[in-house]
C-alpha cells in the first residue's frame, strides 16, 4: 500500500531488431517511455569503456531522433469494413500476437478478397434498399385497391397527372372547402393516423398551378411504383413476387458472406490486433534516439515487474540487446519518475479522488489508505442510514456492473456500506429513528455531544495528517520544512499545544495559559526563523532571498499558521451538523406526512423525501466529505505534483478492481 518504486531501464540494440524490441516493449505493458535524446542529454550512458562497448559509445556522436511515419489509414478502413461484414467487434485477441509476426503480409492476404467482399458487400446493400423502396410501394399501392385504376394506364396518360398525396385531416378540411378554386380532380382514399390519403387527377397543362396550391397545405406525395403492369392488385402481387426474389438474392449473398467469414474471420482478428500492435510499437519508436546502425530506448520499470522485463528480452533476443538497469536515485536530473499506486482492493477505487487533487509524487507517501478509511468514516458520520445507505450501497454494485470505469461504483459500494453502519449505530433506517433501537447514540437526543465528537474526530485526522507530512518530509531529507515548518514538527507541536491547552482549560486541569501560550510563541518564531536555522544545519546560506524580503513573508506566514489551524479544528463541526441535518430533513418530512389525510399520500411523501435526501443530501455530503479531505487534510501533508504512471499498453488499463 505505497507507491511503488522504479527502475530506470535502457535498450540498446541495432536497427534492425527495432520493431521487434518496440513491440515486445508494447506487449509487455510495463515500461513507461521516455524521450531518448532528452535522456541521453542530461544523463550519460551507464557503459563501461570497454572494448565491447565502444562501437556504442561511437555511435552516441551521430545521435537523430525516429523520424518515420507509418499510414495505417487505408488498412484501418479495410478491417473496419471487414468486422462491419462478419459481425466482429473491433477486439484484440493475444493469443494471435508475436513481436516477429509479419503485420504487412497478413493485411496482404485481406486486400486479395477485400475487392470481392466490397461488392458482395455493395450488392447486400443495394438489395436491402430496393426491399425496402418495394415495400413503401406496396403500401402506397394499396391505397389504390378499392379505386379500379390500371397503374399502367395512369403512368401512361398523354393530358392527365395523377398523384398520390398525404394530407393531415385539418388541411384536408381547408382543400374542401376551396375545392372550386383547384385545378384538379380530388378523392380521398384511405385515412390513416389524422391523415387522409387522397389522389390528385390534374391536367398536365395546370399541374404547376396546382402544385402551388397543394404546396401551401404541406402535403407529402407518395411515390407510385413503375415498370409494373395491371389493377393495384395484379401490381401488388408482382411486387411480392420482385421483393421475394431480391430476398433470395440477398440470402444467396449472405451466404457467400458466411462462407467467407468462416475462411477469414481469424485472420481478420489477428490483422486487427496486428495493426493495434503496430500503430503502438510506432508510438514507441517516436521517442527512441536512432545512429547509424544503433537505437536507443529508455523507460520506467515498477521495481516489481523489472524480473519479468529481463526474462522476455532474454528470452525473445538472448545477447543481441544491451539491458541496462539504474536506480532512479543514481539519475541527477533528467525525467521526474512516474508514480505508480499499488493499494488494497478496499482501498483502490479512491485513487481516481486521489488523482483528481493531482497525482503523488514518487517517494511521497501513497495517502489512499489514509484517505480511503477517513472518507468513508466522515461520510457515514454525515450520512447515517441503514435504509439509504443500502439504497446509495446497490446503486454502486450496478454502477461497477454496468459501467467500464468501475471506480465510482466502488466508492458508492463502500460508502453506503459505511453509511449502513453508522445507520445502526444512530438506530436510523430510512429516515425514521423509531424502527430500530440505536447501537451508540441518537443524534438529535445528543447535539452537544455530536458537535464534540465531531471536533474530536476532527483532531485525530489531523494529527494523523500530520504523521503523513512528517514521513513525506524526512523521506524527502527536507531539514527546513521538516524540523522547523508549520506542517513539519514545529507546526505539530503548535497543535498538540493548542489542543492541550484548550483542553486543560475546558477540564479544569489547566490553572492558567501562561505555558502553552509560552510554547506556542516559540514555536511560532522557530517556523519563522526556519530558513537560517536548517541553514546553520545543513551548511547552506541563511538566506536564498533578501533578508528583509523572506522575514515580511515569514511575518505573514505566523497569521496563517494560526488561522489555519483554528480554521481546520472548526471545520470538522460540519460533519455533526450534516449528521443532525440529516435527521432534521427528514423530519419535515415526516411532518408533511402526518398532516394529509389519506395514508397512501403519506407513504408518497415520505417516499420522494428519501429520494430528496438520497439524492440531494448525498451529493451535499459527498462533496462537504471531499472538501474536508482536499482543504483541511490533504493542505497539511500531500502534495500531488507527480507524474502519472503511463506505460505503453496493447490493452485497454480501466479499472476493473471497483467491487
Sequence with gaps: MAVERMKIVSIIGELKDLDRVSRLVVMNGSIHILNALSELSTNSLNLSASKEHMHTLQELAHLKP????????????????????????PEIS?????????????????????????????????????????????????????????????????????????????????LELNIENVPSIVFQVAAVDGNAIIVVLTLKSL???????????????????QGFSGTAENVRRQINDKINEERRQAEELKKSVLELSDK????????????????????????????????????????????NVRREFQQSFADSIVLIVDEVEDRRHGHVPP????????????????????????????????????????????????????????????????????????????LGTSSMIFGALYGSI????????????????????????????????ITISYVYSLINLYNSRNVEEGLFGREGLAGFLFFITLIFGIWGRVTGRLAGIGLPLGIMAVLLLVTVFKQPLSGLIT?????????????????????????????NIISFIRVGAF?????????????????????????????????????????????????????????????GYGVEYKPVNLFSEGNMDGL
Excluded at 503496430?278 to 515487474?305: I, N, R, T, W, Y
Excluded at 481516481?352 to 489508505?369: C, H, R
Design 264 to 307: 477469414y474471420r481469424d485472420t481478420v482478428v489477428r490483422a486487427y490486433s496486428l495493426m493495434e500492435l503496430e500503430k503502438k510499437s510506432e508510438k514507441v519508436k517516436q521517442d527512441v534516439a536512432l545512429s547509424h546502425s544503433m537505437f536507443f530506448m529508455f523507460g520506467f520499470v515498477p521495481e516489481s515487474e523489472m524480473d
Design 430 to 461: 430510512f429516515g425514521s429513528e423509531e424502527l430500530i433501537e440505536p447501537i451508540l447514540i441518537r443524534p438529535m437526543a445528543n447535539i452537544n455531544t455530536m458537535l464534540v465528537s465531531a471536533i474530536v474526530l476532527g483532531i485525530i485526522l
Design 339 to 414: 508514480t505508480r499506486m499499488r493499494n488494497h482492493p478496499l482501498f483502490r477505487p479512491f485513487e481516481s479522488l486521489i488523482n483528481m487533487y493531482g497525482t503523488p509524487s514518487y517517494g511521497e507517501k501513497d495517502p489512499t489508505p489514509f484517505f480511503a478509511v477517513s472518507y468513508m468514516l466522515l461520510f457515514g458520520a454525515m450520512f447515517g442510514d441503514l435504509g439509504q445507505g443500502l439504497v446509495i450501497l446497490l446503486a454502486g454494485l450496478l454502477m461497477s456492473y454496468r459501467m467500464a470505469d468501475k471506480s465510482f461504483g466502488g466508492i458508492l459500494t463502500r
Design 539 to 567: 551548511g547552506h546560506k541563511l538566506y536564498e532571498e533578501s533578508a528583509s524580503d523572506y522575514y515580511i513573508e515569514a511575518g505573514f506566514g505566523v497569521i496563517e499558521t494560526v488561522l489555519s489551524v483554528a480554521s
Design 579 to 639: 449528521a443532525l441535518n440529516h435527521v432534521g430533513l427528514y423530519i419535515a418530512f415526516a411532518t408533511m406526512a402526518e398532516m394529509l389525510d389519506s395514508k397512501t399520500e403519506s407513504i408518497i411523501v415520505l417516499v420522494i423525501g428519501n429520494i430528496f435526501i438520497i439524492g440531494l443530501e448525498g451529493l451535499i455530503v459527498f462533496i462537504q466529505s471531499l472538501r474536508l479531505e482536499y482543504y483541511e487534510l490533504f493542505s497539511k501533508y500531500y502534495s
Design 94 to 174: 493475444g493469443i494471435y500476437l508475436g513481436i516477429g509476426d509479419d503485420y504487412e503480409s497478413i493485411t496482404a492476404e485481406l486486400k486479395e478478397v477485400h475487392d470481392t467482399v466490397r461488392n458482395i458487400s455493395e450488392d447486400i446493400r443495394e438489395r436491402t434498399e430496393n426491399i425496402e423502396k418495394l415495400q413503401l410501394y406496396l403500401n402506397n399501392i394499396g391505397y389504390l385497391n378499392n379505386t379500379g385504376l390500371k397503374i399502367e394506364q395512369i403512368k401512361n396518360m398523354s393530358f392527365i397527372g395523377l398523384k398520390l398525396m398525404m394530407l393531415s385531416n385539418e388541411n384536408f378540411k381547408k
Design 66 to 89: 525516429y523520424i518515420a511515419r507509418r499510414d495505417f489509414y487505408k488498412n484501418e478502413a479495410m478491417i473496419k469494413s471487414f468486422q462491419e461484414l462478419f459481425n466482429l467487434k
Design 207 to 225: 399541374m404547376e398551378e396546382a402544385e402551388r396550391i397543394f404546396a401551401s397545405l404541406n402535403y407529402k406525395e407518395l411515390e407510385l411504383p
